[in-house]
């Protein structure tokens, strides 16, 4: 929460109703869910096997760069 105030974003938490059951779409929240599955297709990042985060997020980056490329492809 103070980085997000340090950067000036605003955060918002959202929880399930008590009163609800079954499966309830939160907003906003499936598109990041989504793109989380797709990164699984990558066989490096389906584990965490990177010895430094800089490692981590440079092939989080390939990742998408390689999901945005093929969608500009077709």
């Not at 499936?30 to 997020?57: A, H, I, M, Y």
């Amino acid at each position: 929460m103070e980085y997000a105030q340090q950067k000036g974003w605003q955060v918002e938490i959202v929880q399930r109703p008590e009163s609800a059951k079954g499966f309830i779409p939160e907003k906003k929240r499936w598109p990041v869910e989504r793109s989380f599955g797709w990164l699984n297709f990558r066989r490096r990042l389906f584990r965490d096997v990177e010895k430094t985060v800089e490692s981590s997020e440079a092939m989080l980056q390939i990742a998408f760069i390689s999901l945005l490329l093929n969608r500009i492809a077709t």
